[in-house]
């Protein structure tokens, strides 16, 4: 298992310097921000920001993530144009020497969230989602979540939804299929390996379609391409969201496939609602049993990369919420010690 830690370039708050200092860190995991979706990234944007992250010591092995454009996931006429581009893009990164890209194909939004800032009664904030706070959102009127405010003005919302109206589940699946034939073979001669990360919540949220919710999704996904390039980014968080998915069940189903290509590890409180916060790692701050899903890891003989996912606000830290410094840091060290206890006193080895 590989620890590694999501670093956001040179404008997050969180300098590598000190990323560095937290134990058992492997590498960090990040990706170039600054070309428009649907472009070819440049070689030498991918190699300065693996060297500058190299010469701490740290390996950048991991792309988190290459996002698909709308129009492809649209199956629009020129889906083919970014295709070729992302196919381009996935050689580059090969080229420089990465394993492993992490992408999504959720329509518009990669991810919902009501509060960036609830208040724990320790004290510290979270991310958290109210499903109530969701129904009462009015798309007609523009974005309102946290987060995500000035994504898009509200005539382009509207008609960036309007398109989706006509997209179901299976149509959506139909796009990423067409995605999926074109990228993985190219992925494959470059070395990289794909790995789709699930729907965040894995639900529908404002009637779009969703394709990557609980295990059928997960089996039908890696049913597409029968190839080791074509895997799953296994998050906790977002498929624990829905108490039906059994996290440490589907990290044994799909882990033994070797599709399991990165892990986020982190753990969230479910309600029966369906409302969600995200809470300090360890197993009995939240609804998830870490030490499970660690476990199911180690014994299906996982060696790919994880990561401590979003993390509280602690110690008065400010910064980009979900990603400071201190409770991702801490989250590092307590699946690290989990993984060596596993490793160490396990009698039963796959």
């Not at 399991?260 to 609804?287: M, P, Q, W, Y």
Request: aromatic residues 8%; negative net charge; hydrophobic residues 40%.
């Amino acid at each position: 298992m590989k620890m590694s830690f999501q670093w956001f370039g040179e404008s997050d708050p969180v300098p590598l310097r000190h990323i560095r200092q937290i134990p058992g860190m492997h590498g960090i995991v990040s990706a170039i921000y600054d070309v428009p979706v649907g472009e070819v990234w440049p070689i030498d944007k991918i190699e300065a920001l693996k060297t500058k992250i190299e010469s701490l010591g740290l390996a950048f092995e991991v792309i988190e993530s290459v996002p698909v454009h709308e129009d492809i996931k649209l199956g629009k006429a020129n889906r083919d144009r970014l295709i070729a581009n992302y196919q381009q893009t996935i050689r580059n990164l090969g080229r420089c020497g990465l394993k492993v890209v992490c992408y999504n194909f959720m329509p518009v939004f990669d991810w919902t969230r009501t509060s960036l800032d609830k208040v724990m009664p320790d004290g510290a904030t979270t991310l958290a989602f109210s499903t109530k706070e969701v129904e009462k959102i009015d798309l007609s009127k523009g974005m309102s979540l946290p987060g995500w405010d000035s994504s898009y003005k509200p005539e382009e919302l509207r008609s960036l939804l309007a398109e989706y109206s006509c997209i179901d589940e299976e149509k959506l699946r139909d796009h990423l299929t067409y995605f999926l034939n074109a990228v993985v073979p190219v992925a494959e001669q470059s070395g990289i390996k794909m790995a789709i990360h699930p729907d965040d919540p894995p639900r529908t949220i404002f009637g779009l379609p969703r394709i990557v919710k609980n295990c059928n999704d997960l089996a039908r996904l890696v049913s597409i391409i029968d190839s080791p390039a074509n895997g799953l980014t296994l998050c906790s968080g977002s498929l624990g969201a829905v108490p039906e998915n059994n996290v440490e069940a589907l990290v044994r189903l799909f882990g033994s496939m070797n599709r399991i290509h990165f892990a986020h590890l982190r753990n969230i409180k479910v309600n029966a609602a369906g409302d969600f916060e995200e809470t300090a790692h360890k197993s009995d701050c939240g609804s998830l049993d870490m030490a499970a899903i660690v476990k199911a890891l180690h014994d299906v003989s996982f060696d790919g990369y994880v990561r401590p996912d979003h993390g509280r606000m602690i110690w008065g830290e400010t910064g980009k919420p979900g990603y400071g410094l201190y409770d991702r840091a801490l989250g590092a060290a307590y699946l690290n010690g989990l993984w060596e206890a596993v490793e160490k006193f396990s009698t039963v080895k796959s």
